[in-house]
């Protein structure tokens, strides 16, 4: 969304403690502050859907894959983000090749019902058990004025539950 919104992405920063962090220039916050929980949530609805073909899984591995390939361009002095991109890459190349590629499956469907479950954590994590450091629902708070990061977490988050139910 940040791309979308004209804004200049100046990097991501991937943490090993499950957060991290993209810096940008220009945009619209209101857009792309909730994009990450909304386009987890979606990513993992359609690698959910995926999950249970053959071919739209390996067509979902090969975009997931680009994806990651593409991701080290901004990330690209992250450690961590080079050995969790080269590990899947490779898991995604030996499932496809054992067992007429339904391994395969499984790891598009695992990916993307942790993506729905992550997206509803990070937002009870960043609203309602953490408070130590300030999160995308804490700064859409802050723009729209009132409320607080609570009230617009939770819309979020139900939003979350509907991609994974559907």
């Keep these: ?3 979308l919104t004209c ?6 920063q991937l943490d090993p403690d499950e957060g991290g962090a993209t810096r940008m220039r220009g945009g619209v916050p209101a857009i792309t502050l909730p994009a990450g929980y909304l386009g987890s949530s979606f990513m993992g609805a359609a690698l959910i859907a995926c999950g249970f073909d053959i071919n739209a ?13 593409i991701t080290l361009w901004w990330a690209r002095k992250s450690f961590i983000a080079y050995v969790t991109i080269a590990f899947f890459v490779v898991l995604f190349v030996v499932f496809w090749l054992v067992g007429h590629s339904v391994p395969l499956r499984f790891l598009v469907l695992f990916i993307g019902v942790m993506s729905c479950f992550y997206a509803m954590w990070d937002i009870i994590d960043d609203t309602i058990a953490r408070k130590l450091n300030s999160s995308d629902a804490t700064e859409y708070a802050e723009i729209v004025g009132f409320f607080g990061p609570r009230v617009w977490g939770e819309p979020l988050n139900a939003s979350a539950l509907l991609y994974l139910v559907n």
Excluded: D
């Design 57 to 69: 899984s390996k067509i979902a591995s090969c975009c997931l894959a680009f994806g990651f390939v």
């Design 1 to 3: 969304m940040k791309v």
């Design 7 to 12: 804004a200049t992405v100046e990097s991501i």
